[in-house]
């Protein structure tokens, strides 16, 4: 489920700073600012928890699997590894 919020974070500050711009500029820097802080609280603590993907079987830290449209086979996955978080962290420090 984290890497649903990893997604959402982002997004709903998003929306939320656009439509807080409406009343004050200053209020929507303080969303994005806030949003931004809570993914990178959230990226900080999966580093800190130790997992890097390195030790995992098949190198995956994170895994969120969803059916989406089952007589096909079809599914929603986000898959996170030690490059991928790596590089998200990155963008979020940005």
């Not at 709903?12 to 500029?25: D, P």
């Not at 993907?53 to 096909?72: A, Y």
Request: hydrophobic letters at 65%.
């Amino acid at each position: 489920m984290i890497l649903v919020w990893l997604i959402l974070i982002p997004a709903l500050g998003g929306v939320a700073a656009w439509v807080a711009a409406r009343w004050s500029v200053r209020a929507s820097r303080w969303i994005s600012l806030l949003a931004m802080v809570g993914q990178f609280a959230l990226l900080a603590a999966m580093w800190w928890s130790g997992a890097t993907g390195w030790d995992s079987p098949r190198g995956k830290i994170d895994r969120f699997i969803v059916p989406w449209i089952p007589q096909i086979g079809a599914n929603i996955q986000l898959v996170m590894d030690g490059l991928s978080l790596l590089l998200i962290t990155l963008t979020a420090l940005l």
